[in-house]
């Protein structure tokens, strides 16, 4: 159907789009044409200079053809920048040959005013996968089309999107918007007239006088040059090349231009005169030096103060000393009377001070670090001699959202996760939402279509005042003044109206699931009816002995069977067995701000002054199919990255989860400027610590989990950069394909102290890593044709990239592009690396429409196939075989050599929910831990670590494998406190001075230890307690578990299922903000510490028993063993206590009954083994 010039290797990807409805049905085949080899509009694109060819070949009557080259659409197909592609419409029964209805579809598509294409792509749902042909479903749009924004005042010029004139000074009558630089050209060759009217503006003769008089601002007024008679041209002004326009010439004058048309383009490459005719010793005056303030870092160490780190240090020190010279001691004095229990005791220790010794060195080098976020906007925002205009030159950020089930992940918390990104600051045109629904479930579907329809009233409401938290239900819910920091008198009014709006979109969404089941019912009814009525027909009017099957369909909305997921699993559309969907709910915006309209009936936000752009929002569910191993969550972020590469390609990628929100509207500013300040090329990914909110107010079970994020990962910061925790975390695109840093450092000698500095983009690399890929770089556009390079170490790696990832042309070619876009501007390179850098303004220009033949591409990506006999999941992407991927991801990463960076702001940048209940809570640790035992058994063990990562890294990372196994002997540890009670025996013969001054020592060491991290942390005593409250609990319970599960998987081969973690839906009005806290689910998880509470309390009763009734006590023995037991005891508290429910609810008998049994058997005890010698008081004599 489609014939290219240069055809990839693949075959062509024919699509069929077919509408839905009562009225018939409409199918057009469509072959997308050859991957768009320009992905980017950037001249100074990798790829701009490559030309694409092709060629259309049209047919019959049947065939609606759009291309380029015809004449007659030349002008409205490159206004629009419609891609071309050829639609077929083959005859069916339902549908004859091409009516004049039907031919009216190419004129309805010429004539819409604003990109074609994007309104039909935002309408269609587009499927495909395994032996599929790919379908593109027309669909009536959800969302409330509202009458085309007005946009503001600016300049009705063609080309033009200045700010018009207002006010008085409006210079014609009949009121035609026009800027003041325009308003001047007219004059000059438009013979001053008017461009709206045509009538000759009134004295024109004198119009730059008038009209310099009347405007205020001085700054903004057009001198001519001064002369050049007395004195020279500053050496820093020079002529520059064009940089958009192609059809000028080479050496382009730009001084000049603005001279002969009286311009003002701000601070440009013209003298820019003080007061008409400058001034100073030559005439005129120096341009304003933007450099010092654009030069400034954006981001700036801040290292933990000597006067706590080095006690801290030095505490350390003095621990690892004690802990030599006690198991030294315990060693060298055993227990002869108890050898069994002294050395259990003896080995328990040692593997604990080698646990505690792998956790703390890694702490040694904590940092903080904070962003300057008015020098991003300088350096970005501000114009500059390339971006004159200042638009954003902000590389674009892609946003990855996912879910695989709404039952567990109500659809009102991912809408609201939704909302809080599309209200984030950052540039609209920059920024892509993606959300992945594993589950292909239509529930997920129609509410993203709803929530993309509330984000038009949403989004706007937050531009204009400036809204914290950008997530309506937490803004909503929150218990203080809403009133604070809000001036504008229209504010009350617009929230009642906006609260009022979003109440009924909470209605909507909840009644989704009920309205989708009601609606499938009525057409599945209708189905059966009809099929009996063919029945009938069929069998002459004699009704058939055979049971006539229908299936139970889900119905879309329009009439249509949904192509994922049913809710009665049928062929092709159940769990693991669907299409791959793509629907672009909301299409890339406009490159220029839209403003709003007024106040009126139906919207009551005057929007005049806001940019009501929304970001691109783009739903996707994979293919699934039975026989394929789709690797969960890591599998569907693969599937994104690769979507996203073809649709919007932004140089960085935001992951999430569905609950967790943004809570800082500027957090992704913060993050990039990590990536974009110097140095920033050699980070992989900027981690922000993980907030959540829900939690009850004693955090019962360290959900919070503060100590992990605001000292180890503080400390990590120090080294080569936190681990990657799975959520709220930024990542370089081309980090993620696999690539190795630009420059890299190996630690070679004695702990790494001898390092070795790798450049690894340049011509010639000496030495690679068996896994490592060195992204080929291109030079500088203008030497890039003439200049021939001799190695041949780029050209294979170019040719190896398709085996890497994948077959899919338009993917591969945007890898450069995504590179180039996120690099550094080329003055904060280093010496040697100023090819490698990129111009300033060269992203400021407007990205390609989205187009069919995109989005076909894009489904041909994430088919259930695609990664066969590629290296997704093994080098590129999210790495595969391991329950925690995020874990091994950024292990990856760092072990080539990239760093990472963790960004804490002073406002949470994220916020989401944690499970508050226990038996959740055990199971959510049980997958970690699972997963660090696989780690562990895997390559992916620190052992095997390259020179590349630094030894205290390797500890840290080694230690995330390690660790579940020390529940082993956390477990043998808790109940020898119980069998030392039960014997009389002791882990020591005798509670020795040496014995107690060396536990006292290790134990004093530990408080100074904990309360110097809570110094230079910000943590408090409270969370370090529940923490070590937490780590016994989770050591006793599903450690254990976890240990057990890794070896059966190796020995075995057990394959590892988990549950996915259910998120708590938003509590109604009324409703217990804890009631999960209180509910009770039994799990086997339970059971060990449930047996060591036990054992525990009935050894210390029968320790008391024995030692108050016999004839010799030893209490230096019952002191030590009730001690640990006490110990235990008190660490298990918070498992105990959620046992027992809501205070209240366990009866007071329970207790009582409780407390008799221990008793009782504690007598029992003794009675069964009295103490030696014979006394009458053992005698018990019933009267």
Known sequence: MVKTASSPSSSPVTITVSSGGKGGSRSMGLTSPISRASISNNPNSPLSGRAVNRRFSTGGSKYCSMSKDDSTMTEEIVNSEFVSYTVHIPPTPDHQPMSASQTSLTEDLNKSTIKPERSYISSTVFTGGFNAVTRGHVIECSMERQPPAKVGLVCGMKGCDEKAIKGKNIPCECGFKICRDCYLDCFGSGGGRCPGCKEPYKDTSDGDDDYDEACSEAEDQAFPLPSMADG??????????????????????????????????????????????????????????????????????????????????????????????????????????????????????????????????????????????????????????????????????????????????????????????????????????????DGGALLTFEALAETASFARIWVPFCRKHKIEPRNPEAYFGQKRDFLKNKVRLDFVRERRWVKREYDEFKVRINSLPESIRRRSDAYNAHE????????????????????????????MSDGSHWPGTWASAEADHSRGDHAGIIQAMLAPPNSEPVYGAEADGENLIDTTEVDTRLPMLVYVSREKRPGFDHNKKAGAMNALVRTSAIMSNGPFILNLDCDHYIYNSLALREGMCFMLDRGGDRICYV?????????????????????????????????????????????RRTALYGFSPPRATEHHGWLGRRKIKLFLRKPKVTKKEEDEVVLPINRDHENHHNDVDDDDDGDIESLLLPKRFGNSTSLVASIPVAEYQGRLLQDLQGRGCSSQGRPAGSLSVPREPLDAATVAEAISVISCFYEDKTEWGKRVGWIYGSVTEDVVTGYRMHNRGWRSIYCVTKRDAFRGTAPINLTDRLHQVLRWATGSVEIFFSRNNALFASRRMKFLQRVAYFNVGMYPFTSLFLIVYCFLPAVSLFSGQFIVQSLDIAFLVFLLAITITLCLLAILEIKWSGITLHDWWRNEQFWLIGGTSAHPSAVLQGLLKVIAGVDISFTLTSKSATPEDGDDEFAELYTVKWSFLMVPPVVIIMVNTIAIAVGVARTVYSPFPQWSKLVGGVFFGFWVLCHLYPFAKGLMGRRGRVPTIVFVWSGLLSIIISLLWVYISPPPGKQDYMKFQFP
């Open 232 to 437: 020279k041209l500053d050496k820093r002004l020079s002529l520059v090349k064009s940089f958009k326009a192609g059809n000028q010439p080479p050496d382009f004058d730009h001084t000049r231009w603005l001279f002969e048309t009286k311009g003002t383009y701000g601070y440009g490459n013209a003298v820019w005169p003080k007061d008409g005719y400058g001034a100073g010793l030559n005439g005129f005056e120096h341009p304003p030096d933007f450099g010092e303030r654009t030069r400034r870092p954006l981001t700036r160490k801040v290292v933990v103060s000597t006067a706590i780190l080095s006690p801290y240090r030095l505490l350390v020190a003095m621990r690892l000393v004690a802990l030599g010279f006690f198991l030294t001691w315990r060693i060298r004095h055993p227990n002869r009377e108890a050898m069994w229990l002294w050395g259990m005791s003896t080995t328990c220790e040692l593997w604990f001070a080698f646990s505690w010794l792998l956790d703390q060195l890694p702490k040694l080098c904590p940092v903080n670090r904070v962003t300057d976020l008015s020098v991003l906007k300088d350096r970005f925002e501000s114009p500059n001699l390339r971006n004159p205009k200042g638009r954003s030159d902000l590389p674009g950020i892609d946003v990855f959202v996912s879910t695989a089930d709404p039952e567990k992940e109500p659809p009102l918390v991912t809408a609201n996760t939704i909302l809080s990104i599309l209200a984030v600051d950052y540039p609209v045109e920059k920024l892509a939402c993606y959300l992945s629904d």
């Open 528 to 555: 059966e009816l009809r099929a009996k009525k063919k029945q009938m027909e069929m069998g002459g009017g004699n009704p058939s002995s055979e049971p006539l099957r229908v299936s139970k369909a889900t119905w």
């Open 687 to 731: 981690q922000f610590p993980q907030r959540f909110e829900g939690i009850d107010p004693n955090d019962r079970y360290a959900n919070h989990n503060t100590v992990f994020f605001d000292v180890s990962m503080r400390a990590l910061d120090g080294l080569q950069g936190p681990v990657y925790v799975g959520t709220g975390c930024i990542f």
